[in-house]
């Protein structure tokens, strides 16, 4: 959910073969090709959370700017965790000051 209230994406975890990777992505409503501007004063957070050794990484990306630089981010990334056996999962929300958005959260991947 979006600081507006409405959905503005879908929270993705990934994962690659062949660099034995896990990473989340908060793709804008499901569409690969579509843009979001986070809103001025609030930061995207995309953590991902594996329990088994307490390790959870915040990636942010700040609010996009005031027009006329102003820019729409294509995706929204967390940081890559390396493939281990056990679960890693990933939640999405955004933040400003004491605010905070509702939380995306994916099931266990491994």
Known sequence: ????????????LRRSPSCSTIWARVV???DLEATYKVPDGWTLH???HRPSTHTVVDATE????????????????????????GCIFAEAYFTKDALRTYTAT????S
């Open 46 to 48: 995309v953590v991902v």
């Open 62 to 85: 700040p609010e996009a700017g005031k027009p006329p630089n102003a820019t729409p981010i294509p995706y929204g990334l967390s940081r890559m965790l390396t493939s281990q056996p």
């Open 28 to 30: 804008w409503n499901d």
């Open 1 to 12: 959910m979006g600081p507006e209230g409405k959905q503005v994406g879908v929270l993705h």
């Open 106 to 109: 994916t099931s266990c991947g």
